[in-house]
């Protein structure tokens, strides 16, 4: 969605700098393309000229932030995931209602920077059930957690289940934190792993939740290697030439780089693709609120510019070969998501 909506703004401001603040995704080659088309990264609201247009990454941020930008006179459009969205209105809510807030995720990911500034004063971030015993607890009934979108289920559990055991009346959020489009493939890879040789993961080294799927492999037992592209690839994982191989990918990798190391792998040994749907993605998503806006200005209906988030659709040029069924009497095959 916030790939999509960068997209849209390079459209609709042909010849105007368009600058984002932070990775717009934690992909290198979706920041790398855009850089290509004139796209400007910064980490820093002071580095745009007042008046630009910015974007605000997929991650979220602080009302600081978004206090600065004003102050700069920004036109702003927010790309936040929806998902963020839902855990910095959750954290909003709770602190107003009294609760200190123990948010489970990585102190310095942009996605905890953002949600914690949200509410600073009532915010303690945990990463590990080591973090537990430093804590400064005012009242054990009035306690509420929240967690990073892109965590591990496995290791949000872990620290979940040990806030649980250390205050038992700990209140969990209304609904699941942690987003759909990281749940689906690490359910996927716990599920389809155990059955292959070898896991890669299409993502880079900074996104979390393309880590995250190299560490469930190996939980399950399944050796996993990341990888930002197919020039990445060493031909000695594949010792033997005829492995099964689960590929996946980070929930902001793009589709092509999944296809090309498909295709080089098939290119080279041979072999067939099984496509594992363990769940069907097919989402579509509104436009944010100020892009919404201008293309109304603009005399463009929004709604025809809806983003929709679908599956991929394997063919052999691209992907170097034909998606066969899964049947429980597959033997050896190259699984492609």
């Not at 909506?5 to 992909?27: A, K, R």
């Not at 040994?269 to 293309?295: S, W, Y």
């Amino acid at each position: 969605m916030a790939i999509d909506v960068v997209d849209q703004v390079l459209d609709l401001f042909p010849g105007e700098t368009i600058y984002v603040y932070h990775d717009i995704v934690h992909n290198t080659h979706v920041v790398g393309r855009f850089e290509r088309r004139g796209v400007v990264f910064v980490d820093d609201i002071a580095e745009i000229p007042e008046g630009s247009i910015v974007v605000f990454s997929a991650h979220g941020i602080s009302p600081a932030v978004r206090d600065a930008a004003r102050a700069r006179s920004l036109r702003a459009i927010d790309a936040t995931c929806p998902l963020v969205t839902k855990v910095h209105a959750e954290a909003i809510r709770y602190a107003r209602q009294g609760y200190q807030i123990l948010l489970v995720g990585h102190r310095d990911h942009q996605e905890v920077v953002g949600t914690s500034g949200e509410a600073p004063d009532a915010t303690q971030i945990v990463e590990s059930p080591a973090d537990i015993p430093r804590l400064t607890i005012r009242n054990p009934d009035k306690l509420v957690y929240l967690t990073q979108t892109t965590l591990s289920t496995d290791d949000a559990g872990v620290i979940i289940d040990a806030l649980k055991r250390a205050f038992p009346n700990i209140k969990a959020p209304p609904s699941e934190d942690i987003c759909y489009a990281t749940t689906n493939r690490q359910v996927a890879v716990r599920r389809i792993a155990p059955e292959c040789d070898l896991v890669l993961v299409v993502g880079s080294r900074h996104s979390s939740n393309s880590v995250r799927l190299t560490e469930i492999s190996a939980n399950v037992g399944t050796p996993a290697r990341l990888l930002d592209d197919v020039s990445e690839i060493d031909w000695s994982w594949f010792p033997r030439g005829d492995e099964t191989v689960l590929v996946t990918a980070g929930a902001s990798a793009p589709e092509d780089l999944v296809a090309d190391l498909c295709r080089t792998i098939l290119a080279r040994f041979g072999g067939t693709i099984e496509q594992r749907d363990v769940f069907r993605e097919d989402v579509e998503f509104a436009q944010p609120g100020a892009l919404r806006k201008i293309m109304s200005q603009r005399a463009i209906d929004p709604e025809t510019r809806r983003i929709r988030v679908q599956p991929p659709v394997i063919t052999p040029e691209v992907y170097g070969g034909v998606p066969l069924t899964v049947s429980a009497a597959s033997s050896r095959r190259a699984d492609a998501r």
